[in-house]
């Protein structure tokens, strides 16, 4: 009838036209007022039931008993002096912002602060923010933050998804970012020649050369183009500030560089989960307007879903890396504790083995596949990822985007994924 037709119309625009933008706040997603269950909640509820007891120190506050709650490394400390985050009062290129994650958990720590800040990736949520007073409690409760951080953690530059910037700036002496010369995203992408700007780098890395370890006094300083003296492959920070204050003293390049790629998949699989929840909502109300039966699936829903799945997978292999031409190497345990972590399979081999002399990783395949936030995806956008994931692997997708793959690479790649990664869809086994 000509009113089923109208209103199948008006459906239609719901799910593919400008209102197809995720409102999180809305049925399915329902961000503000659901309840998380994370790292961070969890780690409540054993402190809530006494089991875990956080510690608190003159100097750090509760970070170091957070971050062994938490089971996020020391070595994993980047500090970042640019004036963009919650406590920006406290940041400056004399007192950086320290940052610590694991594959799941970010925590940020500032001198003399009033909190921690911590965020999660989460399995439904995308990312789920928290912080900790560091005032010194009998029962420590970490509070949940939603409007105060989604306003730039779900901005546009996240296509309003909650999740993680990381910003190359430049900083003035105080580190207050320069709006001339604007700012670039940092991640495995980046050319190498513009990360990091606002952040301290320690490592060497020969003739390549990056934005960090300084700041800029105008526009002219940062017009010539030219490389400060005494910025590049640092691997002493106590120039720069007293680094007695922090729990390391570095800022390690290949943390760096582990964090820019985790950063962009982590805020790919929350972009899949959430369009994903918002898609197949509305085809549910759809279905119950049009009274079709409650399993149909429209094309635009199947493309919604593809879309963000797509680009997921072209994070997970790496698509558009920027080439290294020079060999990487850090200044703290960071790498060498990361890549034991593993899995690894009979030969040895594992997705966390670095490569950095021509790329990050040896195998361009990402270890947050081995992650909760991603096996936990809705099943229709995990299985179209695994899918094509497969199909890039055994030569039967041959996108451009997944060029830089060599033969052996996704031979090694398969290998690896078939004998690390539990539950694989039996397709995965065919030999």
């Known amino acids: 009838t000509t ?12 799910l593919v036209g400008p209102a197809a933008a995720t409102d999180i706040n809305q049925p399915p997603i329902n961000y503000e007022t659901a309840t998380p269950d994370d790292a961070v909640t969890r780690l409540q509820k054993d402190i809530a039931a006494g089991r875990v007891k956080l510690a608190h120190t003159d100097d750090h506050g509760y970070l170091r008993s957070v971050l062994k709650g938490l089971a996020v490394p020391e070595s994993s400390q980047v500090l970042v ?3 963009t985050s919650l406590q920006r009062s406290r940041i400056g290129p004399r007192t950086p912002r320290a940052v610590y994650f694991n594959d799941d958990v970010y925590v940020g720590f500032c001198l003399r602060g009033d909190v921690l800040e911590e965020s999660v990736a989460h399995p439904q949520l ?3 923010f928290y912080t900790l007073d560091q005032e010194p409690a009998e029962r420590p409760r970490f509070e949940r933050n939603t409007e105060r951080c989604l306003i730039c953690h779900a901005s546009s530059a996240n ?13 003035d002496r105080t580190g207050e970012p320069m709006l001339g010369p604007g700012s670039h995203r940092t991640d495995d992408t980046s050319p190498f020649a513009q990360r990091w700007g606002g952040w301290y780098v320690t490592g060497r890395h020969g003739a390549l050369e990056h934005l960090g370890n300084r700041t800029y006094r105008g526009r002219q300083d940062y017009d010539e183009e030219r490389v400060e003296p005494g910025s590049q492959n640092v691997t002493d920070l106590r120039p720069f500030f007293t680094t007695g204050l922090y729990p390391t003293a570095h800022s390690d390049v290949v943390a760096l560089m582990v964090l820019g790629h985790q950063a962009a998949v982590h805020n790919r699989i929350a972009r899949a989960t959430l369009e994903t929840r918002a898609a197949l909502h509305y085809q549910d109300e759809l279905n119950r307007a049009l009274k079709e039966p409650p399993g149909t699936r429209y094309d635009s829903v199947k493309g919604r879903i593809a879309s ?4 997921l997978v072209k994070a997970l292999f790496f698509s558009g890396e920027a080439k290294l031409t020079d060999r990487v190497e850090g200044t703290t345990t960071f790498a060498r504790d990361f ?6 399979d009979a030969e040895g081999r594992s997705l966390r083995e670095f490569d950095l002399r021509t790329r990050l ?4 395949c990402s270890y947050l596949v081995y992650t909760e936030s991603f096996d936990r995806m809705p099943d229709a956008v995990r299985d ?3 899918r094509k994931m497969y199909d890039v692997l055994t030569g039967a997708n041959t996108d451009r985007a997944f060029a830089h793959l060599t033969s052996a690479d996704r031979a090694a790649i398969l290998d690896i994924l078939r004998a690390t990664k539990p539950n694989l869809p039996a397709y995965w086994r065919d030999r």
């Open 384 to 386: 179209h990822v695994l």
């Open 81 to 83: 002096f640019s004036r």
């Open 3 to 14: 009113s089923r037709l109208v209103l199948a119309a008006a459906a239609a625009t719901l």
């Open 159 to 171: 296509r309003g998804v909650p999740g993680h910037l990381l910003r190359s700036v430049h900083p």
């Open 339 to 344: 890549a034991a972590r593993g899995p690894f």
């Open 308 to 311: 963000a799945g797509d680009d």
């Open 361 to 364: 990783f040896r195998y361009p």
């Open 126 to 128: 995308g990312t789920s």
